[in-house]
């Protein structure tokens, strides 16, 4: 290789080594914060002297943060659920069938994924408190099914116009029943975008704080990023660092296990629809 | 042209569309209109029998206030100074990832953590890195700096934490759109003598220009509802207020509905203003709907 290619080599490697440590820097802060004893909290180190463990202790004996997972991990798998089985019929009908307003059906969803959810934050308010659905599951459930059927939309339309769907035929002919032909020709191709889909979604309803600020007030169905940004120590002035840096710890090492094990299908999934453009 | 329909296909593909459809309508159009509604009335739910209707006065007292002004203004610095911030990073970051394929799915991997953490733990642990009492980036720095105690440095802080959870999906959507420029054409003009800035700016950057306005698109009106970052870190204080944070304090913490209902369909507009400018911009409004 000659000096040129080599130091090309190496200036692209060392931006790779960069995007690294770009993303994973704040991560290792708030583990590294988490693990710290209350007296070091406050010792302005990247890394911890000392290595304790009581501030995972304190949040999983606390009844605020175990009932919060609980809400946000019940509230997010329903929702993605809901979300996805919704956008399965709308995405298998945009893409298989021919229909006047079908483009009507992109475009709504398209506005959607633009609309700004504090828009709809005051009515919701008055609408949740007036049919009892302030500070439920359900009242959490619904925006966030909507607010992400765009994604799914988007998502499965795009995966499923990659389905070779004539196999379906083939399979028939060969003297399946639509319904085998469905579970095993169909289903299995299908399989992988549904997932996809399914990720992205929970992915948003994980995350989401404005709704679970605003239409939530308890332990009934406050989630996780409301209650970690309203977390109260042992005295009302002080932030309780340690705690939050455990519960932060704690909501992000399963999600971000799960987006590393399928890291190909989400990248193909968020940018399906831009390939397309 | 004579289309045919087949009304079965036709009754069938509309059975499938309805229940996404009126989910959408149910959460998103009818508040919109109730919004539009609520907001022509006095309405404080702390005082709910002096409810009448003001016609547009609220709207006149939100425009005429300081604190709308002072927010918009925040939240332009904000989406601009993100968006523009990301956009470059964003792009080395393709260009890293479209190039390298030594460790190119530890990269791919790293660089979703990001986009998988949630917004209020990313800026809480930012606001902690940058924390003169807890935090390790006045050291770091050789600064002693009380970071959200004034307006300009808590802006670097809050549009730091923006640009470092939103440049991943940016890298990812301006990677895909360079894996669609011809390897074939940069070669050529290498041989015909072009340097690697003439190769970027001449042939790359014109032939992604969709895969960007798209990009931007997206991201410039994500940054404009910037609320949770915001929330966390200062919770609007030293001016540093969102529109999304003085909708969200009417409506919720003053429970004021009437006038948070007319910022609300205030920052609306504003939306619809910012996609139609870009709309108008990528040129063809069916391009900009294959787009996403």
């Known amino acids: 290789m000659s000096a040129r290619g080599l130091l090309e080599t190496l200036f692209w490697r060392a931006g790779t080594f960069v995007i690294v440590v770009y993303a994973l820097l704040p991560v290792a802060w708030i583990v590294s914060l988490s693990l710290k004893p209350a007296g070091d909290l406050n010792d302005n180190r990247f890394l911890p002297r000392r290595i304790s463990l009581e501030h995972y202790r304190a949040i999983l004996d606390d009844a605020q943060f175990p009932a919060a997972l609980w809400n946000s991990v019940g509230i997010a798998v329903i929702a993605t659920v809901l979300s996805v089985l919704l956008a399965m019929f709308a995405a298998y009908a945009i893409v298989r ?158 999600v971000a296990l799960v987006v590393l094990l399928f890291q190909q299908r989400i990248v193909a999934g968020l940018t399906a629809g831009a390939v397309k453009g | 042209m004579s289309e045919r329909y087949d009304p079965a296909e036709e009754r069938l593909g509309w059975l499938l569309c309805t229940p996404a459809v009126l989910a959408m309508l149910l959460v998103t159009a009818y508040p919109i209109l109730y919004a539009i509604w609520l907001s022509l009335f006095r309405y404080d739910l702390r005082f709910p029998d002096e409810r009448a209707f003001v016609g547009l006065a609220n709207y006149a007292s939100v425009l005429t206030s300081e604190v709308w002004w002072q927010s918009l203004a925040s939240t ?66 050789g600064l002693e700096l009380a970071w959200f105690g004034e307006r300009w440095s808590a802006f670097v802080v809050i549009i730091l934490t923006e640009v470092w959870k939103t440049t991943p999906f940016m890298a990812l959507l301006l990677l895909a ?13 290498r041989v015909d003598g072009a340097n690697a800035v003439q190769r970027f700016f001449r042939i790359t950057l014109p032939l992604m220009r969709r895969a960007l306005l798209v990009a931007l698109l997206f991201r410039t009106l994500d940054a404009f509802r910037i609320f949770d970052t915001v929330f966390v870190q200062t919770r609007g204080a030293q001016g540093t207020e969102t529109v999304s944070i003085v909708g969200y304090h009417a409506l919720v913490t003053r429970l004021n509905l009437g006038l948070g209902s007319a910022v609300s369909v205030l920052i609306f507009l504003c939306v619809i203003l910012i996609a139609v400018l870009f709309v108008k911009v990528l040129g063809a409004g069916p391009a900009a709907e294959e787009g996403r």
């Open chain 2, 177 to 189: 759109g360079l894996t669609l420029v011809p390897q074939d054409l940069l070669d050529a003009a």
């Open chain 1, 97 to 254: 069938l021919r229909f006047r307003g079908r483009d009507l059906v992109l475009a709504a969803a398209l506005s959607i994924a633009m609309f700004p959810p504090i828009a709809v934050i005051g009515p919701l308010f008055n609408l949740w408190r007036g049919i009892g659905l302030y500070d439920t599951w359900l009242g959490l459930i619904l925006p966030y099914m909507t607010f992400t059927l765009p994604l799914a939309i988007w998502t499965l339309s795009a995966f499923f116009r990659e389905i070779p769907w004539d196999l379906d035929k083939a399979a028939r002919v060969d003297g399946a029943t639509p319904l085998q032909a469905f579970r095993y020709v169909i289903a299995p191709l299908a399989a992988p975008g549904v997932f996809t889909a399914a990720i992205l979604v929970f992915i948003f309803a994980w995350n989401d704080f404005l709704f679970a600020a605003a239409l939530t007030s308890t332990n009934d169905a406050r989630t996780v990023p409301a209650a970690i940004a309203f977390f109260t120590g042992s005295s009302r002035f002080e932030l309780p660092t340690g705690s939050i840096a455990a519960a932060s710890v704690v909501v992000t090492v399963p």
């Open chain 2, 76 to 141: 332009l610095v904000i989406t601009i100074g993100s968006v523009t911030l990301e956009l470059v990073l964003g792009m080395l970051f393709a260009l890293v990832m479209h190039r390298v394929f030594f460790l190119r799915r530890t990269v791919r991997a790293s660089i979703l953590i990001p986009y998988a953490i949630i917004t209020v733990v990313a800026a809480l642990a930012w606001k902690f890195a940058f924390d003169p009492v807890t935090g390790f980036v006045n050291p770091w720095l």
